[in-house]
């Protein structure tokens, strides 16, 4: 058996067994390019009327927001630009609660408490991440057919490889006034090479959160050898006290906005604990993920704490850092915009198609067969 023949059981096999995990993966990714811009247009409480005063002070709407979902805790206030909904996130490990507050930041009135476990892009992002399953179980189990599938692509690119010139000049479109076992044979190989590159790229974004080991390798290959640091929040001085009047979250978010006065983005966690520090971040573009400016400051002295780790100041990341950080923003097509999530969802559409045009394939050609073939091979 031949090098090209040994490829070419195993992109069968392989194929076969990996087709219907790829599909789901790749259809719900098509879903969810667009689920901002989606949301946005059929959630009018995402937005309010623009008013000549500034935003309320982050306790005053976080206690409005309280009244809206007795007994839960804050996990974080999303302030957005003029004319957005503030946001006020309630979230338990565990997920016994996950909501949304949207309030308006000039009044403080809630305007919509939605309750994200019910939410249809977070159920498509489920199975994006998990098949549906418990974390612990489809994690994993995407992350080995992902890597399954980026040895697909890189299989199919040596069987579609032309053996001459003659050959080549077919391999590069579609013949569509042949018979249709051969426009779907052209449609898996021809598209198959054309979205190789995207294909690869979306598969080694997906590895980097799929397994710890690929992150790890990944960020030490484009690091020059250094190890990925993972997130830790720094720790607040818990033996100091508090001498200001007003509220921490208030001074802090006044200090960013003194400093950021037209951010689009600004979010501040409230203390988790009593040694947890007031986690913020501010965003430049809310379209992307990469530019986030990450801080942290003791919630008794206000002192800013550096972190060591790619979530701190954009300023002091490095090429590897601003990589890693890019990694969502790559593999939804955000980096590039608006065109860059068009492109993400035709490229993700037709590697959705690829596992059925490929057991189209593998079906006709095992009908061709003599029944005696099959059996014998069996």
């Known amino acids: 058996m031949?090098?090209?023949?040994?490829?070419?059981k195993l992109h069968l096999w392989l194929g076969l067994s990996s087709g219907l995990v790829v599909f789901i993966v790749a259809i719900t990714g098509c879903i969810y390019a667009?689920?901002?811009?989606?949301?946005?247009?059929?959630?009018?409480?995402?937005?309010?009327?623009?008013?000549?005063?500034?935003?309320?002070?982050?306790?005053?709407?976080?206690?409005?927001?309280?009244?809206?979902?007795?007994?839960?805790?804050?996990?974080?206030?999303?302030?957005y630009g003029p004319g957005r909904a503030t946001k006020v996130i309630y979230y338990e490990t565990g997920e016994s609660y996950y909501h949304f507050v949207y309030i308006d930041p000039y009044s403080g009135i809630v305007q919509k408490v939605h309750d994200e476990s019910f939410n249809f892009f977070r159920v498509v992002l489920g199975g994006h991440f998990y098949l549906w399953l418990p974390a612990q179980i489809g994690q994993p189990v995407v992350a080995t057919f992902t890597l399954i599938f980026a040895f697909l692509l890189i299989s199919g690119l040596v069987l579609w490889w032309p053996k001459n010139k003659m050959a080549r000049k077919q391999r590069f479109s579609i013949k569509w006034d042949a018979r249709w076992r051969r426009k779907n044979y052209?449609?898996?190989?021809?598209?198959?090479f054309y979205i190789l590159s995207i294909g690869l790229v979306f598969a080694i974004t997906g590895l980097v959160w799929g397994f710890e080991w690929f992150r790890d390798g990944f960020y030490a290959a484009t690091s020059g050898g250094e190890a990925f640091i993972p997130y830790e929040a720094p720790l607040s001085d818990s033996t100091a006290t508090y001498a200001l009047d007003r509220p921490v979250l208030d001074v802090i978010y006044d200090k960013l906005r003194a400093e950021h006065p037209s951010a689009p983005a600004i979010e501040l966690h409230p203390q988790e604990s009593h040694s947890s520090p007031i986690a913020v971040n501010i965003n430049p573009d809310p379209g992307t993920y990469w530019q986030l400016d990450y801080r942290y400051f003791d919630a008794y002295t206000l002192e800013e704490l550096s972190v060591d780790h790619i979530w701190g100041r954009y300023e002091q990341a490095d090429g590897a850092d601003l990589l890693m950080r890019m990694n969502y923003d790559i593999h939804v097509g955000a980096i590039a915009g608006f065109a860059g999530k068009l492109l993400a969802f035709f490229i993700s559409l037709i590697i959705a198609s690829l596992p059925i045009t490929g057991f189209v394939i593998w079906y006709g050609r095992r009908k061709k067969q003599p029944k005696a073939t099959r059996k014998a091979r069996h």
Request: charged residues 20%; proline residues 7%.
């Open 2 to 8: 031949t090098f090209k023949q040994i490829i070419g």
């Open 34 to 79: 667009f689920q901002e811009e989606i949301q946005d247009l059929t959630q009018p409480y995402r937005f309010v009327k623009v008013q000549n005063k500034a935003f309320l002070p982050p306790t005053e709407l976080i206690a409005n927001a309280d009244k809206a979902v007795p007994g839960e805790k804050a996990h974080a206030i999303q302030y």
């Open 186 to 192: 052209d449609l898996h190989n021809v598209l198959g």
